[in-house]
């Protein structure tokens, strides 16, 4: 893969990336209500679900998911449930000042990787996003496989970074905010999950996609 065709792909999937979406909300979220350390074990896990996703298309099951009409409904239903419990929880989740939420980051960190984990997995506008956009930059001439890592290592950076100016940007604002401020912050992201979780459960394959 030569040097220009990488460059455009980093702008292109930066612009693509840094767009508020379920992932970066949950960075901010975690950022701001439990601090850098879950914050960066929740962008390991949607770094993670960016390497799987890509990994998927260069197997072929991006295609399929927009070929089969069922598959996609079934994602689709699951990636808009899924969204929903995580609102539900926000919302309902105990209200403390930042300076009170360090204790326990290990759990809370485990948590917060498996919840970004099965957002990315069980979002199907991001391995449809992938499957109309990383093939693009496939050159067939050269090794296939190695571009698709290439492009996958570089995404997972690039949504790595992306999300880590969220947290930090969470975390800087929220600093100084009193327990009831934070529960609004909750409660904000909540509502904001469940108006993501209804975008997901009227997405149309047809649509342009956002991962």
């Not at 950022?31 to 896990?45: C, E, F, L, N, S």
């Amino acid at each position: 893969m030569d040097i220009p065709t990488l460059l455009l792909y980093i702008v292109t999937v930066s612009a693509v990336m840094i767009t508020p979406g379920p992932s970066m909300l949950l960075a901010l979220n975690n950022g701001a209500v439990h601090g850098m350390r879950v914050a960066g074990w929740g962008i390991a896990g949607a770094a993670l679900s960016d390497l799987l996703l890509i990994g998927a298309v260069g197997c072929g099951l991006g295609a399929l998911l927009q070929a089969s009409q069922e598959l996609f409904v079934v994602v689709k239903s699951c990636g808009a449930a899924y969204l929903l419990y995580l609102a539900w929880g926000l919302w309902r989740a105990p209200t403390r000042a930042l300076a009170c939420t360090v204790g326990g980051a290990s759990a809370s960190g485990w948590s917060a990787f498996r919840r970004a984990l099965l957002v990315g997995l069980s979002n199907p506008k991001g391995l449809l996003f992938f499957s109309a956009f990383v093939p693009q930059f496939v050159r067939p001439e050269q090794p296939v496989a190695e571009q698709y890592l290439i492009l996958a290592v570089v995404s997972a950076l690039v949504d790595c970074l992306m999300m880590s100016l969220y947290a930090v940007g969470g975390r800087r604002a929220m600093a100084r905010f009193s327990a009831r401020v934070m529960g609004w912050i909750n409660r904000s992201c909540a509502g904001l999950l469940a108006v993501l979780a209804l975008g997901v459960g009227l997405y149309r394959r047809s649509e342009g996609a956002a991962a």
